[in-house]
Structures are given as structure tokens and as C-alpha cells.
């Protein structure tokens, strides 16, 4: 690899953006892809693109046929995370299940009781206010943040904050009278419904979920499903 393609991924990397390393086999051309980025001396046609578009979507590196010749595309997406705020019990569950489906979590909750490694073992823990911390994690296009404490108090500064972010996902527990009222509330706050629009409320698949368990398994469906509508639709494609 060139010296000046290395410095700029590990440049993207470091930044916590995609890049995608593409090189013919055969040749050894290499293109850098990214946010804004083509940087190198390979070309490609639409169908290879298509499928490097594919693999960044799958998260997953593969060798496939490009114009003239095989080509390894090395995909680099950075760590899925998840921030919850509000160490409820619906996030007990939420957080065990989302660690075993590969993303970092944290909890926020400036409630000390709650927010305790007993009640979230191996969790990274937050006791700041969540409108503190979370411009401090820098929540990019791999993060999902769900509000569940039903305090505006606490969720309001928190989506407030969500919104000015690129996560990919934004949720919040509460009915849909709950929702209109957070809308009046962050209307007044200067969002409009463009901003508003970016949040799931109430959060999760309609499943008929009652308990707090079966709350956070509605939670990460819905985030799994935003997360992958991308490749949802390639299936669709495929299948017309």
C-alpha cells in the first residue's frame, strides 16, 4: 500500500469514519474509498461498486470479480455502539442482549443508585447528565442512543443532544401522547419536524411487548432493522 493511502485511513480510521481498501489481485492497483474519499489509481465499473457498496453494508471483507481481474475489498466500519439513557430495568435486559449482538455499550443516568455495575456488570457507566456526555462520545452513523427514563427532565437534554449527532438511530420510551408532548417541548427547544422525524417513538417494534423484557427485545429489533433496511432492500432487488 501506498504511503499516503495509509495515512489517510488510518487518518479516517482514527476519526471513526468507513473506509473501504479496494486492490485488484492481479495488479496490485488500490482505490481508498470513504466519506468524500477516492483516492488511488484503480478503476471500477458500477457493478463492482455495487458490490463494495454491498460489503460496507454487510460489514464484511470479500474477494469478488471486478473489470478486468479479481478484487479483495477490505471494509473498515467502526465499533457499533449503543447509549442508553435511563439504567431502568428494561435496559438490564437491553444491554446484555446488545453486548452479545456486538455492540459497546454505555449507560447514562445521573440517578448513582441505578446506574451501578451490580445492577450492569462489564457496562461502561455514566453518572453525568446525558446532554454532559454524550457530545463527549461523539455518537457517529454506527450508534443507536435510546432514552428510557420517562423524565423529560433527563430525555429531553439527552435527545436534544442525539439530534445534533449522526447516530443512525434514536429512540424514546413513552406512549404516543408522551411522544406529542416531547414534540411541543423540542419544538419550543428550536427542532423542527425533520429533527423530530429522526426519532423513534415510541421506541421499538409493535410486538405486543409488556415486560421489560420483552420491551428491549422490541428495542434491538427495531435498531437491528434500521440498521440493516439497506440490505433489507438488496433482498427485495434480488428477489423482484
Do not use: C
Request: no cysteine; glycine share 8%; hydrophobic share 45%.
Amino acid at each position: 500500500m501506498k504511503i499516503t493511502l495509509l495515512e489517510r485511513r488510518l487518518a479516517e480510521q482514527h476519526a471513526g469514519r468507513t473506509t473501504v481498501l479496494v486492490t485488484d489481485i492481479k495488479t496490485g492497483a488500490q482505490l481508498l474509498l470513504g466519506d468524500g474519499i477516492a483516492e488511488g489509481d484503480l478503476a471500477l465499473d458500477n457493478e463492482a461498486r455495487a458490490a463494495i457498496n454491498r460489503a460496507v453494508i454487510e460489514d464484511k471483507s470479500q474477494t469478488i470479480d471486478g473489470p478486468a481481474g479479481p478484487l479483495f475489498i477490505e471494509v473498515w466500519n467502526p465499533p457499533m455502539r449503543l447509549v442508553v439513557v435511563g439504567a431502568v430495568h428494561i435496559a438490564q435486559t437491553l444491554a446484555r442482549m446488545a453486548v452479545e449482538t456486538g455492540y459497546a455499550v454505555t449507560i447514562i443516568d445521573p440517578r448513582s443508585a441505578f446506574a451501578s455495575e451490580e445492577r450492569f456488570p462489564g457496562v461502561t457507566l455514566a453518572t453525568d447528565w446525558p446532554d454532559e456526555v454524550l457530545p463527549a462520545l461523539k455518537p457517529d452513523k454506527r450508534t443507536a442512543i435510546v432514552t428510557l427514563t420517562h423524565d423529560p427532565k433527563i430525555d429531553d437534554p439527552a435527545l436534544q443532544a442525539a439530534l445534533k449527532s449522526d447516530a443512525f438511530y434514536i429512540g424514546a420510551l413513552g406512549s404516543r401522547r408522551t411522544h406529542a408532548k416531547r414534540a411541543e417541548r423540542l419544538a419550543t427547544a428550536g427542532f423542527d419536524a425533520t429533527a423530530f422525524a429522526r426519532i423513534h417513538g415510541p421506541v421499538g417494534l409493535d410486538i405486543g411487548a409488556l415486560t421489560p423484557g420483552e420491551i428491549a427485545v422490541s428495542i434491538l429489533a427495531e435498531i437491528t432493522a434500521v440498521l440493516r433496511r439497506d440490505r433489507i432492500k438488496t433482498k427485495e432487488d434480488k428477489a423482484a
